[in-house]
């Protein structure tokens, strides 16, 4: 394996997508038995699980290159807060069913996005998990792009609460976009693209959806978030506060 292939930057980059998958898919489980119906509460328990195989198969290459000897678990349920790189917008509390529909909107079609561009990834294992992965993210962005229109375009009450989501969320978006230099890095290696340059093509994927839905896209302000530097809001520490409590009581534990 070549220099460039175990560098940090390529090692942060896969963990920086497992993450992701993982604490996003943690935050959906917490629909499991609370959907407003019973098709959508096994659909979001779904969805959450294959969220939570994409971070499997992520942290677990992630633990090879780094080649510490940490494993999926390890990785899953022993970091500290700061060591985590996932996005501010998947740790964010779910709300409401809306705010739900329209952060799963808006992050699996950028991850949609990601994926077509990694499957030709020079990481041959990255490009495998890519291949997997993109008929999920499709699937979903195609459900909570249905989701957003019915309810966006529904009654005043579930426009509304549509409306207060997107206004919530959308500043959350412009740190997908961050430039970074472990993107440059990996960039460079043909490793996978720069955040940075999907942000016309993924505007391109939401916009059509966002105005179908009646919905008004807030302006860009100064605001940024930064979880993908490790610097995470207040909901990070109580989210694995609870998705950590088996292995920092039992570690090591197996069942």
Known sequence: MTQQMTSPEHIEYVLRLGDNALILGQRLSEWCGHAPVLEEDMALANMSLDLIG????????????????????????LRTEPNYRNL????????????TMVRNFLYSSFQKLLWERLMTSSDAELAAI??????????????????????????????????????YLWPYTAEFFVATPVDDTVAAAGVGPAWSELETAWEALAMPVLAEATLTVPARTPFRSYGKFGRHSEHMGHLLAEMQIMQRTYPGAQW
């Open 54 to 77: 994409q971070a499997r198969m992520l942290l677990t290459h992630a633990g090879r290159l780094e080649g510490r000897g940490r494993d999926e678990d390890q990785l899953a349920f």
């Open 130 to 167: 890519a291949a997997k992965s993109i008929k999920e993210a499709r699937y979903h962005a195609q459900h909570a792009g249905d989701w957003v229109i019915r309810l966006g375009d529904g009654t005043a009450e579930s426009y509304a609460r549509a409306q207060g989501a997107l206004d």
């Open 88 to 99: 501010t917008l998947c740790e964010l509390p779910n709300q409401d069913f809306a705010r």
